[in-house]
Every structure is written in structure tokens, then in C-alpha cells.
């Protein structure tokens, strides 16, 4: 249920109670600009770009009255009293940047930051992702301008979390995604796709380092060998949670990497993994065994690295990503980029890019089954050197004239966007 009654800013642990209208007016400096970029609420997304510029409180409690405001988000309970303070004083010690921003939370809702009663640790508007998706890096040394691309294919449901046709009068669960543009007092600005979490809820981004992170499921843990979701009983980083850490604090490859070692990180509900990549032309995919009891590191400098659903490290020939054939039972859309990539001889294109990855974009509609269309929901192009990207949105399915019975997405164009400097964000 909602706190509306009382809102309040948060400062060394305590709480001064102001006013919800003092409370929407500080909001308001801290949201620099707030307005849909795609889509419309008549169709299969409303894409909003968010840019936010403040300390890390104040872009905390901007945060939350957004989610009050446009989602009725309010303090989640806690269903774990000393998982909640074990959790609260981890990040206190090792990400104090988001414990700011859970300040900020906190004073919007109300609540004392020290009140085990409540998780003020993220700001939910859905509880659980299960996605596809499909990931390229391209190195500086491959492509026709020379700088390294990050190529993202983000797939999911059009229906609910658990792939079901919404109820009427209701949106898909990630219907609502933002770009949320960030400049905090502590810690990298940012640029980031948000959805499930507006707090922390980075499924890819890029920071003004130039270090670019994006995630994936790993079906083939799911399949092959189960999983041991905790819930929100986790204490660490969940796996939305570390993407922003790694956005928030690293500058580069080898800083993350460290960082993802250093850090205790759970699986909410479903395993992933992850690929990151710098303006220095270096990229690798992140990995935990099925016991998560050990990590990899994956590597293929100086050509494509691709990600798909499964276990890169399972398929590893002779300590090397695996080629086409030795996973073409496992994944045929890992197959398909690797063959179509393997073939190119000449530098390759923007266009080209564009054109390979959309060879396995997600159009999937179960037949009989009663469950909601899957598509590719968004593609993005990353250019970590130039501290840009590009985004197409799936907006939704019309007629395909060439084929009775079919349909063919409709995307927005690619909507360019790119991080500034902070002086320059008024």
C-alpha cells in the first residue's frame, strides 16, 4: 500500500518529516527531464527518457516518487527481518553509493533507513524477469570506423512477467521501460535501460567511462540443472543490482572484473549472465557455474564476442568461445551470428550490424497455449569511445501483406542518445 501521507528527507540515519508537496517540489530540480521518447499507452511499449542530476539522495527520493507517483509503488515489507539488516549494512559497507540512494527512498516513503520492518533496497513496479536476449561485441579492430560496438537484442514477453496474456485494461509487465540518464554527486553518470526496478534496474547501459554492461539468462542452468532463487531474502548484489554497481564505480574491463569477484552476488529468480565491455576495446562475458561456486571469464580479443541463453564456459573448445558447430543442439541463434559473423571478410558496418542481429530477433506467438506473443522488445548499439547509443523499440505486430495470417513488427527508428557533460545538463 502507498504512503502518501508523509514524506520526508533523510540525513545521517535520521528522518525530518516535510511536506509531500516540499518533497515533490526537491524532486522536481533533481528530474532534469522526464518525457516519452516512444510508443504511447495504446501500444505494446511507452518508452520515457528520465535524466536525473543530483546527490545520491536526492536522485533516491526523485526516484521513488516517481514510483509513487506513476506506479503506486510503496515500502515493501520485509519477510525477513535480519536479512534486511544484514543486506542494508552490507551496502552501507560496500556500495555506499546505492545506501544514499536508499536514503533518498526512505525519506520519500516516510520510513527510517535503520527500520528493519521494511526493504527500501529497490523500487519494484514487477517482481520477476525471465528474458532472452542476444549480445555481440565487436572489437575496434573489425569495424568500418574503428571504434568497438556493444550490439543488444533484448527479447521478453509482451504479456506478464511469466509470459501470459496481461488481464484486460492491463499493460505487459515491461511495458513501461525507461532510459534513465544519470549524473550523481558520487559515482560515474550514466546512461542505462531500466524496467522491473527504478532503482537500480539496469538490464544494459553505459557509463562516461565508456564501460558498457548488459545481461542475459542462462537457459541451459535452468534446464539442465535447476536453481535456487532467493527470493527477496538475497543479501548482496541481486542481478540488476550489479550491473548498476559496475556502472556506478567502474572505469573499466579490468575494474570490473575485480569488482565481480569482490562482490557476494545472488540470483533473485533466474540465473544470468553477464557481457561487458570498455572504450579500450576489450569486452568478456561473466559466468557462474550451476552451483555457483565458481566463476569464468570468457574472452575473444580481437574478434566478436557473442552471448546468447546458455553456458559459454560448458562449450569452451580448447579454452575458446565454441564455435557454431559444437552447440548447434544447444542454440541456434548463437549459430546463426557465428556463421553469419565467420563469413565476413571485409570491416564490418553499422549497417551491417544492425542487419545480422536482426536475423534473430525474437517473433514468437505460442499457438494454443494462451500465452502472450514474445519479441524483441528493443535493439541498442553501444559505442563505448563515443559514450553514445541507439535504440529501436518494438512498438507492435501489423499485417504482413506478403503472407496471409502473418504479421511483421513495427519498431521505432533508432533514437539517438549520449552522455554529456555535467556542467551541460541544466
Known amino acids: 500500500m502507498c504512503t502518501r501521507t508523509r514524506t520526508a528527507a533523510v540525513f545521517l540515519g535520521l528522518v525530518v518529516v516535510a511536506s509531500p508537496a516540499r518533497a515533490q517540489e526537491a524532486a522536481n530540480k533533481t528530474v532534469r527531464l522526464d518525457k516519452v521518447v516512444a510508443g504511447s499507452p495504446k501500444e505494446a511499449l511507452e518508452v520515457r527518457h528520465l535524466v536525473l542530476k543530483g546527490t545520491n539522495v536526492e536522485i533516491g527520493r526523485a526516484l521513488a516518487v516517481i514510483a509513487m507517483e506513476r506506479f503506486d ?38 520510513k527510517r533507513l535503520d527500520d528493519d520492518a521494511w526493504n527500501l533496497s529497490n523500487l519494484s513496479y514487477v517482481q520477476q524477469i525471465r528474458a532472452g536476449c542476444s549480445v555481440i561485441y ?8 574503428k571504434a568497438g560496438i556493444l550490439s543488444r537484442d533484448y527479447d521478453f514477453s509482451t504479456g506478464t ?63 539442465k540443472y535447476g536453481f535456487e532463487p532467493t527470493g527477496d531474502t538475497g543479501v548482496g548484489l541481486g542481478v540488476l543490482q550489479t550491473q548498476r554497481l559496475l556502472l556506478d564505480t567502474c572505469a573499466s574491463v579490468e575494474e570490473a572484473k575485480e569488482a565481480l569477484l569482490t562482490t557476494k552476488q545472488y540470483y533473485e529468480f533466474i540465473p544470468v549472465h553477464y557481457l561487458i565491455a570498455d572504450r579500450h576495446g576489450k569486452a568478456f562475458v561473466w559466468e557462474y557455474s550451476q552451483a555457483h561456486n565458481k566463476e569464468y571469464i570468457i574472452e ?3 574478434k566478436p564476442l557473442v552471448a546468447t541463453n546458455f553456458s559459454l564456459h560448458r ?93 511483421r513488427d513495427v519498431r521505432s527508428e ?13
Not at 558496418?349 to 500465452?371: L, M, S, Y
Request: proline share 8%; aromatic share 10%.
Open 73 to 110: 509503488v510503496g515500502p515493501e515489507a520485509a519477510s525477513d527481518k535480519l536479512r534486511v539488516r544484514a543486506q542494508r549494512r552490507y551496502f552501507e559497507k560496500n556500495y555506499p553509493i546505492l545506501f544514499d540512494r536508499m536514503r533518498g527512498v526512505a525519506g520519500a516513503f516516510g
Open 315 to 407: 562449450h569452451l573448445e580448447d579454452g575458446k568461445v565454441p564455435s557454431a558447430a559444437k552447440v548447434k543442439t544447444v542454440c541456434s541463434r548463437y549459430c546463426l551470428l557465428a556463421d553469419r559473423l565467420g563469413a565476413q571478410k571485409e570491416p564490418l558496418t553499422v549497417d551491417f550490424i544492425k542487419e545480422t542481429h536482426k536475423q534473430v530477433d525474437a517473433h514468437f506467438t505460442p499457438k494454443g497455449t494462451g500465452r502472450a506473443p514474445t519479441r524483441t522488445l528493443w535493439h541498442a548499439l553501444y559505442v563505448p569511445e563515443k559514450r553514445s547509443v541507439q535504440i529501436s523499440f518494438y512498438l507492435r505486430d501489423e499485417p504482413e501483406p506478403a503472407k496471409e495470417g502473418a504479421t
Open 161 to 223: 512477467i511469466m509470459g501470459e496474456k496481461p488481464p484486460a485494461g492491463r499493460a505487459g509487465d515491461t511495458s513501461r521501460p525507461y532510459v534513465v540518464e544519470m549524473y550523481p554527486d558520487r559515482g560515474y553518470p550514466s546512461i542505462a535501460m531500466y524496467s522491473y526496478d527504478l532503482l537500480s534496474g539496469v538490464l544494459d547501459g553505459m557509463n562516461s567511462e565508456g564501460l558498457t554492461v548488459s545481461l542475459m539468462a542462462d537457459d541451459e542452468l535452468i534446464s
Open 138 to 145: 565487436f572489437p575496434p579492430e573489425i569495424t568500418a570506423d
Open 300 to 302: 575473444n580479443p580481437g
Open 414 to 426: 533508432y533514437l539517438h542518445f549520449a552522455l554529456r557533460d555535467p556542467k551541460d545538463v541544466k
